[in-house]
C-alpha cells in the first residue's frame, strides 16, 4: 500500500479538528446553524494554516447527505456520505478547485464563470475554491466582479490568498473575510504529540517543540518536518536528532558566545565558529537563535522571572545580571544587521566571525568604562520601575547643583546633562549642511553634552541613513575646530528642535499676516457689504514670498 504523508492523512476533516483557528471555526459554525450563509468567502493567512482545509470543509458543510443520504446543511459534516468523500477524495463534480497562479487569465476566469451559471449536477450547492487568488490579473479580477456580487443562488465562491494586499478593493468589498492566525508552537507542539501517539511514534516532548518551532506557525510545514524527523532519526524522534536534521544550534554554544564576547575573548570567539564550521551547523540560523537568546535576556532585564520552562534559563538570567541594556540591545541589532548581511559576505563563515568581531569593536560606553572586577555591582543597580514617567525637560524655577548635574549623566534623558549655555537650535543654523544631513540637524534634539560628545535624540530612523550622521558630526568638528562624538537615539523629541521653531516662527507670521488682511478697510468693506470672503490659502507672509 502506498505511504501516504502525515500532511496529507492527517489534514482536518471537520472543524472540530482546526488548530488555532477557533475564531473563523465560531463564525462559520453559527452561520451553518442559523441558515445566514455569505454567497462570498474570502480566506486569507500564512502558508499551512488551513485556508484551503477549511474551504473542503465548508463545501462539505453546505452538500453533506448525511449517511442515510437524506441530510442537510450542516455544521457537522458526517464524513462518511457520498458527497464527503468525494470531496475529501477531490473528485467531486460540483466541488471546483482552481490554482490562479496557472489559471490567471482573463480567458480562464471567464471560462469559469461561464460554466457557473449552470445548475449542480449532483450537489446543493456548487462550490468554487480560488486558491492563491490574489495572482489573478486586472482583467480577470474585473470579469469576475459582477457574478461575485450576484451569483446564482446555488453557488458559493471561496477565495484563498496569501496576499490580501495585492487584491483589489472592489472584490474584498464582495467578499466575507477570514484572517487565519499563525498557530502556535505550543499549539502545534500539543497535536504533535497527538498524531505521533496515533501513529505510534515514540517522540521526545523537546523534540516536538523544535519542530514547532521550526514550522513558524504552519501546521502542514511541522507535519512534513515530522515526517523528515521519523525518516532521520528511524522510526524514534528525539531532540538530538531533530537539532541535528534542523541545523539547530546548542543553546549551551549560545551562551558560550556570549560569555566569550563578556571577557573579550576574541580567540574563543573564534575557536566557537571553528567548532561551529566543523558540524557544518547553519551561520544563519545561529545569529538567527541569538538574536531571540538576546531577546530573552533583554525581557529578563525587565521583567522579574521572565521564565518559560527552558533548561538554558539560569544562563538566561545570570547574563542578565552580567550584561547591561545597552549591550544587549547593541548585540541584538547587530546580529540581526550580520543575518541580512551574510548573502553579500565572501561565505557565511567570514560574515559570521564579522559579525562576532564587530560586536567586539563596537561596545557601549558604560560596559567599556567599567572594570571586569566592578561590571556586577554596576550593573545590580537597582534601576527605576518600568512605568515612571520621564524627567521633565526643563524646570526654569530650579538652579542646577553639582549633584543634580551628576544625577543627570546617570541617564540619556536626564535633563542636568544638557549644557544650558548651548543653544541647540541655534547652533544647527550655523552648520554648513544640505540636504538630509541638514534635516538630521534641524530636527534633532539634544539630550545632553558632555564635553565633546552630544547625545541626540531624533524622531525618524531615515533620518541617520545615508551618511547624514557622519556629515553632521563633521560639520560640529569643523564649528568647534576639534573633533566631536554624536551619539542618537530614536524617539519623539520633547524638547526644542530647530525645525519646531521654525515651524512656529512660520505660524506666526501666517497669523500677523492673516490678522493684517482682516483688518484692512477695504477688504472689511468688501466683505460687510459685498458678502466677500478671503481666500486663506491666498494670504503669504511678505517674508515666505
Request: charged share 20%.
Amino acid at each position: 500500500m502506498t505511504y501516504q504523508v502525515l500532511a496529507r492523512k492527517w489534514r482536518p476533516r471537520d472543524f472540530q479538528s482546526l488548530i488555532g483557528q477557533d475564531h473563523v471555526v465560531r463564525a462559520l459554525t453559527h452561520a451553518l446553524q442559523h441558515q445566514r450563509l455569505h454567497h462570498a468567502y474570502l480566506f486569507t493567512g500564512t502558508r499551512g494554516v488551513g485556508k484551503t482545509t477549511i474551504a473542503r470543509i465548508l463545501a462539505k458543510a453546505l452538500n453533506c447527505v448525511g449517511p442515510d443520504g437524506q441530510g442537510g446543511i450542516t455544521a457537522t459534516p458526517c464524513n462518511a456520505c457520498r458527497v464527503c468523500s468525494a470531496i475529501d477524495a477531490g473528485r467531486f463534480v460540483d466541488y471546483i478547485e482552481m490554482d490562479a497562479a496557472s489559471n490567471r487569465g482573463v480567458d480562464e476566469m471567464t471560462q469559469l464563470l461561464e460554466r457557473a451559471i449552470y445548475a449542480p449536477v449532483d450537489a446543493r450547492v456548487k462550490v468554487y475554491t480560488i486558491d492563491e487568488v490574489h495572482m489573478l490579473t486586472t482583467h480577470a479580477f474585473n470579469a469576475m466582479l459582477k457574478t461575485l456580487e450576484e451569483p446564482p443562488d446555488f453557488v458559493k465562491f471561496i477565495l484563498a490568498t496569501t496576499d490580501p494586499q495585492k487584491i483589489p478593493v472592489t472584490v474584498l468589498s464582495r467578499c466575507l473575510q477570514f484572517n487565519l492566525k499563525q498557530v502556535t508552537p505550543q499549539a502545534i507542539a500539543q497535536r504533535l504529540g497527538q498524531i505521533a501517539q496515533a501513529e505510534q511514534v515514540e517522540a521526545e516532548p523537546a523534540a516536538l517543540q523544535a519542530v514547532a518551532r521550526a514550522a513558524r506557525g504552519s501546521m502542514r510545514d511541522a507535519l512534513s518536518l515530522l515526517d523528515q524527523a521519523i525518516a532521520y532519526s528511524g522510526g524514534r524522534v528525539d531532540a538530538q536528532a531533530v537539532d541535528q536534521m534542523l541545523g539547530a544550534i546548542d543553546s549551551t554554544l549560545l551562551v558560550q558566545l556570549l560569555d566569550a564576547l563578556l571577557e573579550r575573548d576574541a580567540a574563543r570567539l573564534l575557536a566557537l565558529a571553528d567548532a561551529m564550521a566543523e558540524r557544518s551547523l547553519s551561520f544563519a540560523q545561529a545569529l538567527r537563535d541569538l538574536a531571540s537568546l538576546l531577546h530573552r535576556i533583554a525581557l529578563a532585564q525587565q521583567i522579574a522571572g521572565d521564565g518559560q520552562g527552558d533548561p538554558t534559563d539560569a544562563d538566561v538570567g545570570r547574563l542578565a545580571q552580567r550584561l547591561t541594556p545597552d549591550e544587549v540591545q547593541l548585540y541584538y541589532q547587530i546580529a540581526l544587521h550580520g543575518r541580512n548581511d551574510l548573502g553579500l559576505a565572501p561565505d557565511e563563515y567570514a560574515g559570521f566571525t564579522m559579525t562576532l568581531l564587530r560586536m567586539l569593536a563596537f561596545q557601549p560606553e558604560v560596559a567599556a568604562a567599567a572594570p571586569a572586577a566592578n561590571r556586577s555591582a554596576a550593573l545590580n543597580a537597582p534601576r527605576p520601575p518600568r512605568t515612571a514617567a520621564p524627567a521633565p525637560r526643563h524646570e526654569p524655577d530650579a538652579t542646577p547643583t553639582p549633584s543634580a548635574s551628576a544625577a543627570g549623566r546617570a541617564g540619556p534623558q536626564a535633563p542636568a546633562g544638557v549644557d544650558e549655555d548651548l543653544d541647540w537650535p541655534a547652533l544647527v543654523q550655523k552648520l554648513k549642511l544640505a540636504g538630509m544631513p541638514r534635516e538630521l540637524a534641524l530636527r534633532s534634539e539634544l539630550v545632553s553634552r558632555e564635553a565633546d560628545h552630544f547625545r541626540l535624540r531624533v524622531p525618524v530612523k531615515t533620518l541617520l541613513e545615508s551618511g547624514a550622521e557622519a556629515r553632521l558630526r563633521a560639520a560640529l568638528s569643523e564649528y568647534f575646530g576639534r573633533p566631536v562624538r554624536i551619539s542618537a537615539e530614536i524617539g519623539a523629541t520633547q524638547g526644542p528642535t530647530a525645525a519646531g521653531l521654525n515651524e512656529e516662527a512660520r505660524a506666526q507670521r501666517q497669523r500677523r499676516a492673516e490678522e493684517s488682511i482682516y483688518a484692512d478697510p477695504f477688504v472689511r468693506e468688501l466683505i460687510e457689504n459685498f458678502g466677500a470672503s478671503v481666500d486663506p490659502a491666498s494670504i503669504k507672509p511678505i517674508q515666505d514670498t
